[in-house]
């Protein structure tokens, strides 16, 4: 069984980059043959899928947050990472790490395996 677990501050101000990182267990992120993706979910919306590395290394984000957020892997560590810049109120949420067969999806109720998820609160 795969296992994600999330992990980052809680706490971030305004205009500063939110990093996260997701520690991957039970599968490889390079040889699994999955897609990896970051997904979150403000408070009282809906979840919003925001971008996926594949066990290739290729990534997509989403276009609308394309020019804030990258997403990297450190193979080393079997772990994968999110950074978000420029943070602003609209980005508090709940961060969600997950993982399905590959390929992904845009759809974030379409990934089989998740992490609890860790709040994050932006302030101004």
């Known amino acids: 069984q795969v296992r994600l677990q999330e992990s980052g501050p809680g706490l971030v101000s305004t205009s500063q980059t939110l990093s996260l990182t997701c520690r991957v267990s039970a599968a490889s992120i390079t040889t699994s043959y999955a897609a990896w993706t970051w997904i979150r979910q403000p408070p009282g919306k809906g979840l919003e899928w925001m971008g996926v590395i594949d066990y290739d290394g290729s990534t997509y984000i989403s276009p609308s947050l394309k020019s804030r957020a990258s997403i990297s892997r450190d193979t080393s560590k079997n772990q994968f990472s999110l950074q978000l810049s420029s943070v602003t109120l609209e980005d508090t949420a709940v961060y969600y790490c997950?993982?399905?067969?590959?390929?992904?999806?845009?759809?974030?109720?379409?990934?089989?395996?998740w992490g609890q998820g860790t709040q994050v609160t932006v302030s101004s």
């Open positions: 997950a993982a399905r067969r590959w390929p992904g999806t845009l759809n974030p109720l379409m990934y089989d395996y």
